[in-house]
């Protein structure tokens, strides 16, 4: 059902036109109905109706005057033009509009039924192109295999946020979870085929051997297949083609770092003997490191291309480790920029809940690498500074974050271990976010108030607009009207004729003014509008409201 707005100045053929036309048979629903441009515009905002019937020719604001006022606010808005201006004139201006459709006047119901028809195929056309849903789903559904291979492929190409690889992950359907993480790169060895004919005692390619076959990709989709018969029935593992290798991938529960990669070290071998057994091929695995959160797979990736190098020494057909022949050389753990952005971000406009995740991220590296008690000092500071600079770009004081007398770096010195540094440096952001939030508020608040008090000082002239407060207040106009909407429970134009209305009123009671003076008073240029708005308000004419019809 769409919602259709009707504005005409005559009310015979206002009230006609809702009453002989059986609207809601046709689809749509007569939302309202206005007597002049402006009252339809204060109407349009109210319901936003997809079709507007608009005569030409109206009191305070014309039909065309309307026409570009729903096209700068309601772009998408059909607008039906009922008309007896024909001229060549008016023709431009609508065309200059983008009108949709007009009838000329007299029109007979029938003639406004098949332009409003003719404008609802337009509707119906544009909503289904919009919301076919199904088809989208459809194509959304078919993709989810190249997005989940796009998705691994990422993980062990850069470096990604836990955000990112949670929301992708669970739009994908694969959830990585686990305490420890494991890359390893599965690679198909070469087979020179003159020296395997000799070997195998044969003059010519056996007819349909994979593994005598020219088409290496098709050899790498058959060591997939095993790949991901064993990772099916073992939990914990994913197998996928990245370049021209198969990769594995390792979630596991073990917070141990070595039954972790005991357990992929096993599975590769798994691998590793039935592709040999069922294919006749051989290959080599390299097994990266194993880190603790999916962020850092990249560098395991990494490590598990280094142990392939190593197939050069020490033969191939067999799976390596890099943990086996390399001794690992722990870089220093860097407060690097990434992670220095993702606290930035969350104490500013985050939750609790992020907040934590942040911080385990941050500290559980410092469990894993070998540093010095210097380093990991250093590394503490360097969060604490980014907190503290945060604190001074909002103007929160350092003792009311840390407390009177305290020398905040001064305080790593005092926790005995790194979980209760963790502790005091989560309590100390938790305490920023909400001075900081609160302080958003308290801007929120002042600004409101801040136009509440222009508004009552310049409600008088009749040219104050909300770009003129906007102007005032140095901000957008789009920022000001939610902000405003949202403390006040009305718009800025509503609060505006609040105003003026209750002026009007005390002038009434306290006052011999004529009307049209209160009017030009209270901010109205013209005063039959003041009238109509007055009476629309309170339902009374001001005379009458004057007389004492209206009450104390």
């Not at 039954?259 to 590769?268: F, K």
Request: net charge negative; aromatic share 10%; glycine share 6%.
């Amino acid at each position: 059902m769409y919602k259709l707005l009707l504005v005409e100045d005559e009310e015979d053929v206002r009230d006609g036109l809702v009453e002989e036309i059986d609207w809601v048979s046709y689809g749509f629903q007569v939302v309202d109905t206005a007597e002049n441009g402006r009252e339809a515009a204060e109407l349009i905002d109210k319901h936003i109706p997809d079709v507007v019937v608009t005569d030409i020719q109206m009191p305070f604001m014309d039909g065309l005057q309307l026409a570009g006022w729903i096209r700068e606010h309601y772009p998408t808005t059909k607008i039906i033009i009922l008309t007896g201006f024909d001229e060549f004139e008016y023709a431009q201006k609508a065309i200059k509009l983008q009108i949709d459709e007009y009838v000329l006047k007299p029109f007979s119901s029938q003639e406004l039924i098949e332009v409003v028809l003719k404008v609802k195929q337009q509707m119906d056309a544009e909503m289904s192109e919009k919301e076919n849903v199904q088809v989208l789903m459809d194509h959304y559904r078919k993709s989810i295999p190249v997005l989940r291979e796009l998705f691994l492929s990422q993980l062990v190409s850069r470096r990604m946020s836990s955000e990112e690889i949670r929301e992708k992950g669970s739009s994908y359907g694969m959830e990585l979870a686990g305490h420890s993480f494991m890359a390893s790169v599965i690679r198909i060895d070469y087979v020179h085929n003159h020296l395997e004919l000799q070997k195998d005692n044969v003059k010519t390619f056996p007819s349909g051997s994979l593994k005598y076959s020219e088409d290496r990709y098709l050899q790498l989709f058959a060591v997939l297949n095993i790949a991901e018969e064993i990772c099916q029935r073992i939990e914990g593992f994913k197998v996928f083609i990245h370049l021209e290798d198969c990769v594995l991938l390792s979630a596991l529960p073990e917070q141990e770092q070595s039954s972790a990669a005991q357990r992929t070290l096993a599975v590769l071998e798994e691998i590793r003997m039935n592709v040999h057994k069922y294919l006749k091929l051989t290959l080599t695995a390299g097994a990266g490191t194993v880190c603790v959160w999916p962020g850092e797979i990249h560098q395991s990736y990494q490590k598990a291309m280094q142990a392939l190098d190593y197939r050069l020494i020490l033969g191939n057909d067999r799976v390596i480790w890099i943990g086996d022949v390399e001794s690992e050389h722990y870089e220093s753990l860097s407060f690097d920029e990434m992670k220095e952005q993702s606290l930035i971000r969350c104490i500013k406009v985050g939750t609790q809940e992020e907040l934590d995740e942040i911080l385990a991220n941050l500290f559980t590296g410092l469990h894993m690498t070998q540093l010095s008690v210097q380093e990991c000092q250093v590394y503490l500071m360097e969060i604490l500074t980014c907190v503290m600079k945060i604190a001074k770009e909002f103007s929160v004081e350092m003792e009311e974050l840390f407390g009177a007398g305290t020398y905040p770096f001064a305080e790593i010195y005092k926790y005995n271990n790194l979980q209760e540094v963790r502790q005091w440096m989560g309590a100390i952001c938790l305490k920023l976010m909400i001075s900081i939030a609160q302080g958003r508020q308290t801007g929120y608040n002042q600004l409101v108030e801040n136009a509440k008090e222009y508004i009552r000082l310049h409600y008088q002239d009749s040219d104050i607009s909300i770009n003129k407060v906007c102007k005032h207040l140095h901000i957008s106009t789009g920022y000001f009207s939610s902000i405003f909407k949202k403390e006040v429970k009305m718009t800025f134009v509503n609060y505006l004729m609040h105003i003026r209305m209750e002026a009007a009123k005390e002038s009434l009671r306290s006052t011999d003014q004529k009307t049209f003076e209160i009017a030009e008073a209270v901010g109205f240029s013209d005063p039959n509008y003041f009238s109509f708005c007055f009476r629309k308000k309170f339902g009374i004419s001001p005379k009458e409201y004057r007389n004492g019809a209206g009450g104390a």
